[in-house]
């Protein structure tokens, strides 16, 4: 973000939307109560659970489902008169908002922090783990696996991705991926191998740390055939749609035009 608007922001002729853009540098993320949705859902009231400051923001077609006593999290942005969650936001609904504001709080009364800002830039995975997980450490052990082959691939892929120094959250979020796909399909596993290397890859996706290994690469760390190792992640990428395009929604944000953001 920063980059961005040191490039581009000169390039803004309107005074008020450069001065917006500086604004956007400082922007941290946080978590917050949706205390109004308007008729029209065009926009909704948010409380931020730290400091009680209201914002209104702008709601885009994606994001319609949310309504008032909701959680969400993520980072706000001015734009104009209101606000926008940028690339956009998760959330959780009102049976679950309770539980999860008291956690979160309470994982920041713990932390070392004493300014809220603080605690969310430095402390980010470990919330986000907290909201996506209930816990800020996930492990294959966590977990109620069908059969042992499962858990198998878990615990391999768990101990291959530590070998290669993805940090703990980042891997729980394999080891989740993996669950879901488990629960929906009880995949009957023969060869853990093409499971695992089908596993690593569309993590490396999400999260490309030393670059994306090809088919021929993890099939030779793997010894499992190219072929295999892509028809599984074919499968899983299926499975997992949902959930994939929410964390491609997280990292790169949606498409949306200068206009729409400061109007």
């Not at 885009?60 to 706000?76: I, N, P, Q, R």
């Not at 922090?113 to 986000?128: A, H, L, Q, R, Y």
């Amino acid at each position: 973000m920063e980059e961005y608007v040191d490039i581009y922001g000169p390039k803004y002729s309107r005074p008020r939307t450069r001065d917006l853009l500086q604004r956007w540098k400082a922007a941290r993320p946080s978590a917050y109560m949706v205390t109004k949705v308007d008729e029209q859902r065009t926009y909704m009231k948010v409380q931020d659970i730290f400091t009680g400051e209201q914002h209104q923001v702008r709601i885009y077609e994606m994001e319609t489902d949310v309504e008032a006593g909701y959680f969400v999290f993520g980072t706000l942005l001015p734009a104009g008169a209101n606000s926008i969650f940028f690339p956009t936001f998760l959330e959780l609904p009102t049976e679950y908002a309770g539980d999860m504001r008291n956690m979160i709080l309470e994982l920041f009364e713990k932390s070392s922090e004493t300014s809220p800002v603080e605690f969310m830039s430095n402390e980010f995975i470990d919330v986000f783990m907290v909201f996506m997980f209930g816990k800020a450490k996930v492990t294959a052990d966590d977990y109620h696996w069908q059969t042992s082959k499962q858990r198998e691939v878990a615990e391999m892929f768990q101990i291959r991705m530590k070998e290669y120094d993805y940090d703990e959250e980042i891997v729980g979020i394999g080891l989740s991926l993996w669950h879901k796909y488990c629960e929906r399909k009880n995949p009957r596993i023969i060869k853990t191998g093409i499971y695992e290397a089908a596993l690593v890859y569309m993590l490396e996706m999400i999260y490309p740390y030393e670059g994306l290994s090809t088919h021929e690469e993890l099939a030779e760390e793997f010894d499992v055939s190219p072929s295999s190792i892509s028809t599984k992640f074919r499968e899983l990428e299926k499975v997992l749609q949902e959930e994939l395009e929410k964390y491609d929604e997280m990292i790169n944000g949606p498409d949306l035009d200068d206009e729409f953001l400061f109007d």
